[in-house]
């Protein structure tokens, strides 16, 4: 990335000599610096991914989270991470690529950006996913709205339960979100029939 180390027209060029003083400390610190060299685009892409319900995005799912972005752009994003090797292709799928840049990208973050980014999350799950959106929209600070939407989804629950999200592999994200709904409710003095 400092170009002390180049690769052109098929061959190595290496400096004489390579101190350690030019090398990063760790492997946190070479994500950091990668880090910085990410497009704002880019970078918000992967710190929403990084936070998201479910890890994996398709492409709808990036436009869905850059809803007032040119698709190109956000294209371009996506294109740029995969080159500085945040994001893995699974198919038609992306992920963020290991758990180090997860790390890396949370620790970034600060919490009110935390939050902007959990606020993306859960409008851009509104349309696709309920309980993703209901954890984000927890995690977003959005509690009275996410009480609505668990109220809503609990409704749902009541004509008959949808036995498939057992299946989902991210239903113990849910945990400290049925957490905060309690304590939300508690605290907006709800009855008890609405606080389950």
């Given amino acids: 990335d400092r170009q002390l180390i180049r690769y052109a027209s098929g061959t190595w060029a290496l400096p004489d000599r390579l101190e350690t003083s030019d090398l990063p400390r760790s492997a946190e610190d070479a994500l950091r610096a990668k ?3 990410l497009s704002a685009a880019a970078r918000c892409i992967a710190e929403a991914q990084s936070l998201a319900y479910n890890g994996l995005f398709s492409e ?5 989270l850059r809803p007032d972005s040119d698709p190109l752009s956000t294209d ?5 991470l995969l080159t500085m090797g945040v994001l893995s292709r ?3 799928l992306y ?6 840049w997860i790390a890396t990208l949370h620790a970034s973050l600060d919490p009110e950006m935390q939050t902007v980014r959990h606020r993306e999350l859960a409008e851009a799950y509104r349309p696709s996913s309920p309980l993703a959106m209901i954890h984000h929209l927890f995690a ?13 989804r609990h409704r749902e629950y ?3 339960f949808d036995t498939t999200i057992v299946d989902d592999p991210n239903l113990s994200k849910l945990v400290p979100t049925y957490q905060l709904a309690i304590r939300a409710a508690v605290g907006a003095s709800r009855g008890a029939l609405r606080r389950t």
């Avoid at 709808?60 to 869905?64: G, L, N």
Wanted: aromatic share 2%; hydrophobic share 40%.
């Fill in 90 to 92: 699974a198919g038609s």
């Fill in 60 to 64: 709808a799912d990036y436009r869905a």
């Fill in 158 to 160: 009541l004509k008959g």
């Fill in 76 to 80: 371009h994003a996506v294109t740029e």
């Fill in 35 to 37: 880090l910085g060299q």
């Fill in 95 to 100: 992920t963020i690529s290991n758990r180090l």
């Fill in 140 to 152: 977003g600070g959005l509690e009275a709205q996410g009480l609505q939407a668990l109220q809503a």
